[in-house]
């Protein structure tokens, strides 16, 4: 028996990866904090229960299709027609059912990458070709490469503002100047799933690129900001064209009776939510601030989380943060994002951060006389055998080019390549790269590093040994 034919390629897409659950701490610091997932972390406001409550009594019933009272109470709010809105499960369902109206086998979708994961897996789940275009290297979409790889195929452009997991937004003129470069036949989604967390007066709101362009549409959601991601309820702002054919993909009742009460209890709750928004983006300033404090390089974030280029050491900081009862969502080897949550949460990542900063910015080791101390994040450092520093670096490509260096000899190669003035003699690249001569300065050794006067170093290196922080 061969069983039932599947769709091969099925096999090949990414898996989601949802933000993994609480943890409790190895260290005894009690129950765990849960900023994996970019939820919001207040339970939900009693008038919004009290809703839920009252439909409840009536889920026997199949609820309304066409989510008649929550596109009004959407239109109303946001000054557009009910023609121009559909609404789904999620954002991400609502993704898909625009998929379904827009791409053939075959079409291309183009987004940034990294940005969120469901994109690739909904792209191809849809048959299209995803064009992911890398983010530069502060982190933010490369909207001159993005209009760049629109082809004739193309069909969908998706922007992430701000993105997930960096952060990061786009600002209104350049935006403007990208979509003036994207043809009218091929639609623009702005995913502001962190509409709502946004303070830069710089970062446009998608309704009023929305407004003036056939082609362009909002997508938001009421899981973030207003607090029902376990309810499922997002919706599309886009010309009634486009509104109409989302609608016409979208699964029957996807959307419950339960959630169509709760959005619009929540569109009433206004106030409440907005106080609410207002603590997480303190909390942000202070986990931004604290962070940036303790050493680490950020993006200024415009939602709720922040993203750390951990690197190599994602897994490891992910570990370290899940002893302290912190369960964060590391990338691969290339970061980490961070949820804000409530202030003890906060609390909780940023002790555990500090220990982090403090444990890594103390490594570093001795080459012929040279100390190379790789800073977090932040910055690499050579210094002589007195403290003295002979070069700074302070990038993240060159983050990325230590992060591939397997050997100190090449790690100092690399350094000294990116700062050729601070070059010390040839013999000594040609000694550090026979990697021989490495060892570890014992305490008291070379002296403080310059800007660390009161960190000693602790740790004894080998070149080869992945102990080695070889991002920091
Ligand atoms: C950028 C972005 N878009 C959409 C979503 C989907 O949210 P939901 O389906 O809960 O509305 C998320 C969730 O993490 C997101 O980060």
């Given at each position: 028996m061969t069983g039932p034919r599947l769709r091969?390629?099925?096999?090949?897409l990414p898996a989601y990866t949802p933000g993994r659950p609480a943890v409790t701490g190895t260290s005894g610091l009690g129950p765990g904090h849960k900023l994996?997932?970019?939820?919001?972390?207040?339970?939900?406001l009693p008038s919004v229960l009290q809703a839920v409550a009252e439909q409840s009594?009536?889920?026997n019933r199949y609820p309304d299709m066409s989510a008649t009272h929550l596109t009004a109470a959407l239109a109303s709010r946001f000054d557009?027609?009910?023609?121009?809105i559909a609404v789904g499960a999620g954002s991400v369902g609502v993704l898909g059912q625009i998929l379904a109206a827009v791409v053939a086998p075959g079409d291309e979708v183009v987004y940034a990458w990294?940005?969120?994961?469901?994109y690739p897996i909904l792209v191809q789940v849809a048959g299209a070709t995803p064009v992911p275009v890398p983010l530069t290297?502060?982190?933010?979409?490369d909207l001159g490469a993005m209009a760049a790889a629109?082809?004739?195929?193309?069909r969908l452009v998706l922007v992430c503002?701000?993105?997930?997991?960096?952060g990061t937004a786009v600002r209104r003129a350049e935006f403007e100047q990208f979509l003036d470069r994207i043809p009218d036949d091929v639609l623009v989604v702005i995913?502001?799933?962190?509409?709502?967390?946004?303070?830069?007066?710089?970062?446009?709101?998608?309704l009023d690129l929305y407004r003036g362009r056939s082609n362009v549409a909002v997508l938001r959601t009421f899981s973030k900001a207003y607090g029902l991601a376990g309810l499922r309820v997002g919706y599309l702002i886009a010309h009634s064209p486009v509104a109409a054919a989302v609608r016409r993909t979208a699964?029957?009742?996807?959307?419950t009776a339960l959630a169509q009460a709760a959005a619009i209890a929540s569109l009433s709750a206004r106030d409440e939510l907005h106080d609410r928004v207002d603590a997480l983006n303190q909390g942000r300033t202070r986990v931004e601030a604290a962070l940036t404090g303790q050493g680490w390089a950020l993006v200024p974030s415009q939602a709720n989380f922040v993203w750390l280029r951990?690197?190599?050491?994602s897994a490891a900081f992910t570990a370290a943060c899940a002893a302290n009862g912190v369960t964060v969502r590391p990338y691969g080897d290339e970061g980490v994002r961070v949820s804000i949550g409530t202030p003890d949460a906060d609390d909780a990542f940023l002790a555990t951060a500090a220990a982090w900063r403090a444990q890594a910015c103390c490594h570093w080791v001795l080459v012929s006389g040279y100390v190379v101390a790789i800073e977090y994040g932040t910055s690499y450092r050579v210094v002589n055998a007195?403290?003295?520093?002979r070069s700074t670096l302070q990038a993240n490509q060159t983050f990325d080019m230590l992060a591939d260096s397997r050997d100190l000899g090449a790690l100092l190669e690399a350094l000294l390549r990116e700062t050729p003035a601070a070059s010390p003699p040839e013999s000594l690249i040609a000694k550090a790269g026979s990697s021989a001569s490495i060892a570890a300065p014992g305490?008291?050794?070379?002296?403080?590093l310059s800007g660390e006067p009161d960190r000693p170093p602790t740790s004894q290196h080998q070149v080869a040994d992945r102990q080695f922080y070889w991002a920091g």
């Open positions: 091969q390629d099925l096999a090949q994996s997932s970019n939820e919001n972390p207040y339970p939900p009594a009536a889920f557009v027609p009910v023609d121009d990294r940005s969120f994961e469901a290297p502060d982190e933010r979409h629109v082809t004739d195929r193309t503002s701000p993105n997930n997991p960096t995913d502001e799933a962190y509409h709502e967390f946004v303070t830069d007066p710089d970062v446009p709101d998608g699964p029957p009742f996807a959307v951990t690197g190599r050491d007195r403290g003295q520093v305490p008291g050794g070379s002296g403080p």
